[in-house]
């Protein structure tokens, strides 16, 4: 069989390219389903607590589930992953569309549908960042990663005024369908490009076993490693505390301000996080991509406190605009980290097992934020509050200046473990900690055949 250089080249860099377009029209898709649920749910019950619920279901399967799902990412053909993957998530949105249809929708319904798509999109990222480094050359990890964030922002911007839209005009059922044809769009990209396999490397060939083995032995890889584990450590810890600042930001605008306030100050900052997502995709990332991680997670600490210093509307624009500018930044570094540092045929279980580690914070986030708010910030600074004579004078005292206090706090915490996270020699080195399992020259692979479902790699 023909064999074909492994895509380090303009070939595997087009190819990347049609992917990624399929992905930002299907991750508009997505974003536009959630939208529109969400508001159905809650217009529906009333409930909070069934809203958020929701998000549970969504977020629960890459928990739970994240570590068999990278394994299987390994074994299998990793665009056979990628249209499984969309495959399943576009078929549990088309059955919400077609109950929704029928006029016989129902809450357990649509919970139950994306779980399903929760479990399908399990798969899709750690697929799609492992394929990343089958196609693009490892000097531009940096940039494809900025790309990435593009999508992530392009969801956060479009989705809500799209779905929008099409509520008003075509109902639930409207934004649904839609859905579904973003998915089946992104599946013809991915039929019309090929991913060859990575070479087998002596940590994948140890590493191979019974599927929970696999799983398992994706953790020990990271374990094994000081400086993976550290970052991985330092990320969860820095994204905790960032999803608690989105759990705060609603209630601290809503305390002073609109509706209509709180939209335009979150447009700003998708549009923010936009902005720093393109800057990547063309600057990249400099050689030191730790220095990177480290000052742009600093950055958004600072703008973090400034949003929490005092309820005034262009302060908090302003710092929740800048924030997001620098999150693509972080998020882009970290991710050509492990790039390079992660074996090719290892990336599916690692990634994973770092998504379901880092998915675990927002729940942390949720479960601590609340009680946190009402039983401790609140009342420190509420009138004649044992704070509202010292720090109220500095930053109110008030509705929605607890939140501002839990900011300030989150925002403190991670300059100062940005800073002093540099000391860390495991941190600091983890670039030169071990030889890069990325080559810098381009190796040869085998094609592969094209395939009607996944099968598994041979033992």
Not at 78 to 104: F, P, W, Y
Not at 248 to 276: D, E, H, K, Q, R
Request: contains cysteine; glycine residues 10%.
């Amino acid at each position: 069989m023909a064999s074909v250089v492994e895509p380090k080249t303009r070939k595997g860099i087009l190819a990347f390219g049609i992917v990624w377009i399929g992905q930002v029209i299907s991750f508009i898709g997505s974003g536009m389903s959630s939208f529109a649920l969400g508001v159905w749910i809650y217009q529906k019950t009333g409930s909070v607590t069934q809203f958020a619920l929701a998000s549970l279901f969504i977020v629960l399967p890459k928990v739970v589930l994240g570590p068999l799902a990278g394994a299987l990412v390994d074994r299998w053909d990793r665009r056979h992953v990628m249209i499984l993957s969309d495959a399943g998530g576009g078929l549990s949105i088309l059955a919400i569309g077609l109950l929704s249809l029928a006029g016989r929708l129902e809450i357990w319904q649509i919970y139950l549908a994306i779980f399903a798509s929760g479990i399908f999109d399990t798969l899709r990222w750690p697929a799609m960042t492992a394929a990343t480094t089958q196609l693009v050359p490892k000097e531009h990890y940096g940039r494809a990663s900025g790309m990435l964030q593009i999508v992530s922002a392009g969801t956060m911007l479009v989705s809500p005024l799209v779905a929008g839209t099409l509520m008003s005009s075509l109902g639930l059922r409207g934004v649904l369908l839609s859905d579904f044809a973003t998915y089946l769009f992104s599946i013809l990209t991915l039929v019309l490009i090929r991913i060859p396999r990575p070479e087998t490397t002596a940590d994948g060939q140890a590493g191979r076993g019974s599927l929970l083995h696999e799983a398992v032995y994706g953790w020990n890889y990271i374990t094994a490693r000081s400086g993976l584990l550290a970052l991985l450590v330092f990320i969860a810890l820095a994204n905790f505390l960032l999803e608690m600042s989105v759990v705060l930001f609603t209630p601290m605008i809503l305390s002073f301000a609109s509706t209509t306030a709180l939209g335009l100050t979150m447009m700003l900052g998708g549009i923010g996080y936009l902005v720093g997502s393109v800057v990547v995709s063309i600057w990249g990332c400099p050689k030191r991509r730790i220095l990177t991680v480290m000052a742009s997670m600093l950055m958004m600490g600072v703008f973090m406190t400034m949003i929490g210093l005092r309820a005034y509307l262009p302060l908090i624009m302003v710092s929740a605009c800048l924030c997001m500018f620098f999150f693509p930044f972080t998020s882009s570094a970290n991710q050509a980290i492990w790039q390079n540092r992660v074996a090719p045929d290892m990336q599916g279980r690692v990634f994973a097992i770092r998504q379901a580690f880092i998915q675990a914070t927002p729940l942390l986030a949720y479960l601590l934020t609340g009680p946190l708010m009402d039983k401790v910030f609140e009342p420190l600074l509420k009138a004649g509050g044992p704070l509202a004579g010292s720090v109220g004078q500095i930053i109110g005292v008030g509705a929605g200046r607890g939140a501002g206090l839990l900011f300030i706090c989150a925002g403190l915490i991670i300059v100062i473990v940005s800073a002093t996270g540099y000391m860390s020699p495991s941190l600091r080195q983890v670039e030169e900690e071990r030889p890069e399992a990325v080559p810098s020259r381009p190796v040869r692979a085998k094609a592969n055949k094209p395939a009607l479902i996944p099968s598994p790699a041979s033992d």
